[in-house]
């Protein structure tokens, strides 16, 4: 309903907007003198008064109608209401609600007291919904067409429709941009809230110094040593492992690509394989974390598993024995996969920044008699030196904050041991994160508490790692500019 | 004379200079030519990489654009039907003894074989002999025929996995069963043909049954939201930064801020849609509008840097012609630096829907990761989207949802490609060079 309501208020501005044109353009063809603004612009200011006011209204309606309606419901509980707990009234009064809006299979799970306290409440519920909707439609209503009148009135030839309707845009576009900064503000504000609150309950020392992570121990508060296991360093070694393995993949054939197309490829070879760069950068990565879980883990499990069929009952028959079990949700797959990932984004970064390196250093290396390469490496890259070092640390903050590769081919379960071994399963901040945050959860639990304090470290170093990026490279830029 | 006289006294001396300059030279060749090849080798793996990706990728989902449909009649037994209960009656069961007797193999005692039988088929089958039982009663003791895909197991057997050359204990199906397919296949029972059922149908938890209609659709309606709150946000604040506003600290502020945002991990914007969107603001769970919200918030930072870099290319000419003529500053960019900036905006925009509509992480977070076996009918109904859909589907055990598993994500790079061969071309028709 609301939806037709937000409908109809767009085409009365519309209406709004080309009848207000129609009148001032009457009125200026008959007058003496010219007005101060065009009838498009006048138009415009008549209907900023139309739409903006009754909009806001509506949207508030739309954000916190559900609330207000839940507030009122809770005002005066019934006797068999209140002698629940808390958290059953609270799934009560949404009972009520559901029931109200057509949508109540869960009625069926009441009887006695409660039943008429639920039909009680499930009337009123339909009152207190139509008043706030239709309360809510009407004054829009009345605002719109109250603020398009007032408007209109003021239309003249000495009024300044411009500048009031230009004055208008301004504000809206201080909005829009105000829209970034308050994403920032609710980025922080929520990581922030909920960090602090599992920080009075496990100290910040022991959350980034502890060596042990089970959450899920942790569920029965009167259970022993439950503090403990909210130790996250296991996830940051397996982060930083992954992480590793990824550049070691990554940066080389990264860094090589860039310099063999910046440096020697001729443009009909940079026209062709700077798109098929493009085109891995654009693969999504739950494509990558497939990819990962369904063909390079178990390749990698198969391989090992070879080797290590072979070398038992020989002289290193521990590890044989060891290399026959690995697992195929091992670090190593998810880390090449990453790698594989990161390698457009490394080359395309670097190959910039090498682009930007003056020719006139690299013709004084030719005319010294230093080759191709000799220049490159001695000359180009120490120059371009701070720039990719900049690009692998975007690259490094990128790998710290993936998401699904991992998760795919880890698996959101095991492996939170404290372990540098490539072969084993590992766990990372992101995918302890998605485990503790999917399926049901009540806010109030130290393990949906715990995410967020994972959360505020994966922020806090992927923001620090790009303002050093980003200051670097910038120092870098205008050194050459 | 004395020319002739000296030249044989150094001769030994240059020559070996030579040939250590020479061996030397020869070595720094050769280490260009290793230099270029580790630099060919690079761009080989990464290309190869993705090749390798893709027809992998292509290799393992091609299946799931074909299935097997069975055919059969079924006769309505009203022995087994009561009218007044139709939703009591087995209607698998009622399918399966009969497909038993087709085959002409008798029910054992303990109905072990019709169970077996029943494992070849989809449960659909017996869902549309009910479903046309309520539209008309009076089919009960006549004979209707229904048709199904077949179970996601014998879907697999048919097309040549799972199939003999396994140990009989390590598969779903036993031998007697697979020879119960067979003799369907050869009886022509069961039909290869084009799965349309992939693009008709939501999600199941049979694999035989599961479609990606619903993801499509999901995705399809996440991404409106996304573009009509990112683009005019996004475009509107690129201008403000671009053009209007004055150069102070504030501003300075936005802008590192706006750079530094685009480089958050996603799974942080899906934490900030948990918290503000659903827990503070109610916004429902799993809904194509709280996830089309938060990925806004997360491609915002992309387009306002896209916008901007479209605005700057323009060249202050365009403007100053504008105000030179009387145009305020807002026409002035309103009417000129705004349109004439446009291609290259559009572009940054659908790069940045492409990037949206592959992204997973953040709408885990808020809950998108649910089973939703139907087509959602709005921006608040529970909904999937496509990459979710695939890893919903990685992570089912049964061997079928790895076959669509890739023909999703098939689908998928499909949208993927081509909106960016929409960038692109955006980029090459409307480049103007000023």
């Known amino acids: 309903m609301l939806w037709i309501a937000f409908a109809g208020l767009f085409l009365f501005s519309g209406a709004t907007y080309l009848f207000a044109r129609r009148g001032a353009h009457a009125a200026a063809v008959g007058a003496s003198r010219r007005p101060h603004s065009l009838p498009g612009q006048q138009a415009a200011y008549v209907t900023i008064w139309a739409l903006i006011p009754a909009f806001l209204l509506l949207f508030a309606l739309l954000s916190f109608g559900g609330r207000i309606e839940t507030a009122l419901l809770s005002a005066e509980l019934p006797a068999a209401v209140q002698a629940l707990q808390p958290d059953r009234q609270e799934l009560f009064i949404q009972d009520a609600h559901a029931v109200a809006e057509g949508r109540g299979t869960s009625a069926a799970t009441y009887d006695g007291p409660l039943k008429a306290a639920l039909d009680a409440k499930v009337a009123q519920a339909r009152v207190y919904d139509a008043l706030i909707l239709w309360g809510g439609i009407a004054l829009a209503a009345v605002i719109a067409l109250a603020g398009s009148l007032l408007a209109w009135r003021r239309l003249g030839p000495d009024f300044r429709a411009r500048n009031r309707a230009e004055g208008w845009v301004n504000v809206l576009l201080i909005l829009c941009s105000a829209v970034a900064v308050l994403t920032t503000v609710g980025l922080i504000a929520s990581l922030l809230f909920e960090s602090l609150r599992f920080f009075q309950i496990i100290a910040p020392v022991d959350f980034l110094t502890g060596l042990h992570w089970s959450p899920q121990t942790a569920l029965r508060e009167d259970q022993a040593g439950s503090a403990g296991a909210f130790g996250a360093v296991p996830l940051f070694v397996g982060t930083l492992l992954i992480m590793t393995i990824a550049m070691v993949v990554a940066a080389p054939i990264g860094l090589y690509s860039a310099i063999y197309l910046s440096e020697y490829a001729g443009p009909g070879m940079r026209a062709w394989a700077k798109p098929l760069l493009e085109i891995l950068a654009g693969v999504p990565t739950v494509v990558f974390g497939v990819f990962a879980a369904l063909t390079v883990g178990p390749a990698f499990a198969w391989f090992f598993n070879m080797i290590g069929g072979m070398l038992v009952g020989g002289p290193l028959d521990g590890i044989g024995q060891y290399l026959s079990q690995v697992q195929s949700n091992m670090a190593l797959a998810a880390g090449v996969v990453m790698g594989i990932m990161l390698i457009p984004f490394i080359s395309s970064l670097s190959d910039d920044i090498l682009n930007a390196v003056p020719q006139a250093l690299r013709d004084g290396s030719y005319a010294m008699g230093a080759t191709k390469s000799e220049t490159v490496r001695k000359v180009v890259l120490p120059a371009a030196l701070p720039g990719v070092a900049g690009a692998f640390i975007l690259a490094i903050s990128r790998a710290i904050g993936e998401t699904m590769i991992v998760l795919l081919a880890l698996g959101s379960g095991g492996g939170t041991n404290l372990t540098f071994n490539p072969l084993d399963a590992v766990s990372t901040v992101t995918v302890q994160i998605v485990s503790l945050l999917t399926g049901d959860l009540e806010f109030d639990r130290p393990t949906t508490m715990a995410a967020f304090g994972l959360g505020l470290t994966l922020f806090v170093v992927t923001l620090a790692l790009n303002i050093v990026a980003l200051r670097i490279v910038k120092a870098y830029r205008e050194q050459y500019d | ?434």
């Open chain 2, 1 to 434: 004379m004395t020319d002739a006289a000296l030249t044989p006294a150094p001769a030994p001396a240059l020559s070996a200079v030579r040939a250590a300059a020479e061996k030397r030279l020869k070595k720094r060749h050769a280490a260009e030519a290793r230099f270029r090849a580790y630099g060919l080798t690079a761009i080989a793996l990464a290309i190869g990489f993705l090749a390798f990706l893709l027809v992998n990728l292509t290799m393992q989902g091609i299946g799931a654009f074909t299935t097997n449909t069975f055919t059969m009649p079924i006769f309505v037994d009203p022995a087994r039907i009561d009218a007044r209960d139709l939703q009591g009656a087995n209607y698998d069961m009622l399918v399966a003894d009969q497909l038993l007797a087709r085959l002409g193999v008798e029910n054992d005692e303990l109905g072990e074989n019709s169970l077996k039988a029943k494992d070849l088929m989809s449960p659909d089958l017996g869902y549309q002999v009910l479903d046309r039982l309520k539209a008309d009663p009076s089919l009960i003791g006549r004979t209707i025929t229904v048709s199904a895909p077949v179970a996601g197991n014998a879907d697999l057997y048919y097309k040549g996995e799972l199939g003999r050359e396994i140990a009989e204990e390590n598969r779903k199906l036993d031998n007697q069963q697979l020879d119960w397919l067979d003799t369907l296949k050869a009886a022509g029972l069961v039909t290869s043909g084009f799965n349309t059922r992939l693009f008709t149908h939501a999600d199941s938890t049979q694999p035989e049954l599961a479609g990606l209609l619903g993801a499509i659709v999901g995705s399809a309606l996440m991404l409106l939201v996304t573009a009509l709150v990112a683009v005019p946000t996004g475009v509107l604040a690129a201008v403000y930064l671009e053009e209007f506003a004055p150069k102070n600290r504030l501003t300075g502020f936005i802008e590192v801020n706006i750079n530094n945002l685009a480089a958050v991990p996603s799974i942080v914007y899906g934490m900030l849609g948990l918290a503000v969107f659903i827990n503070w603001l109610q916004f429902p769970r799993s809904a194509p509008i709280t996830g089309g919200v938060v990925l806004a918030l997360l491609v915002l930072p992309t387009i306002i840097i896209a916008t901007r870099s479209a605005l700057k290319s323009v060249p202050p000419s365009i403007r100053e012609g504008a105000l030179a003529v009387g145009a305020s500053p807002t026409q002035a960019v309103f009417h000129h630096v705004l349109p004439q900036s446009m291609p290259g905006i559009m572009t940054g925009v659908i790069l940045a829907l492409a990037h949206a509509l592959g992204e997973t992480a953040p709408l885990l977070m808020i809950g998108m990761v649910s089973f939703v076996p139907s087509v959602p009918e709005g921006l608040t109904s529970a909904a999937t989207v496509l990459p979710v859909q695939i890893f919903i589907w990685e992570n089912a055990s049964e061997r079928a949802f790895h076959e669509r598993t890739a023909a999703a994500i098939l689908v998928l790079l499909v949208f993927m490609i081509i909106m960016n061969a929409i960038a692109i071309v955006l980029r090459r028709r409307f480049e103007r060079r000023w």
